[in-house]
């Protein structure tokens, strides 16, 4: 006749996090893929996204208060008008490699920002598309932006 386990409270609490270990080290990536939507429902995290990475898949306007000089398909120019430097963005697609070990992704970055455009601090200025979108339930006016969720890996 086959024993049962009984596991005291530490034990139990041991077996938890092993188990919650195996799930977050199997699905600690996720790849971008050319159509992915954001969350239906939310901690907030996801709209936080765009302004914790770094200015590869999100750009942000980090002065005080600038305006955008120039906009169109291939480029963004912008000036901080606090120092006077102006800025430019490179738009259209890039081939950049992942990480040290990875591989290389396309990020086509695009823009909803227009000429003579006012730019306050951590304005998002330009974003790639397969890793952002339009967050949930925003009107056309508003500008969140929220990370896409792609698939696992």
Avoid at 65 to 74: F, I, M, Q, R, S
Avoid at 106 to 127: E, F, H, M, P, R
Wanted: charged share 25%.
């Amino acid at each position: 006749m086959a024993e049962l386990a009984v596991f005291s409270a530490p034990d139990t609490i041991a077996v938890c996090a092993f188990f919650a270990m195996g799930f977050i080290q199997t699905t600690k990536h996720q790849m971008r893929v050319k159509k992915s939507h954001p969350n239906l429902v939310t901690t907030g995290m996801d709209e936080a996204l765009p302004y914790i990475t770094p200015d590869i898949f999100s750009y942000k306007f980090r002065g005080q208060k600038g305006k955008v000089l120039e906009v169109n398909d291939k480029y963004i120019l912008y000036e901080d008008s606090d120092t006077k430097q102006k800025e430019y963005i490179k738009l259209g697609e890039s081939v950049m490699k992942n990480s040290d070990g990875g591989f290389y992704v396309t990020i086509k970055l695009v823009s909803d920002v227009k000429k003579g455009q006012v730019l306050k601090n951590n304005d998002i200025i330009a974003y790639d598309p397969s890793s952002y979108s339009r967050s949930v339930g925003t009107t056309k006016a508003d500008t969140n932006i929220s990370y896409n969720i792609g698939t696992l890996a």
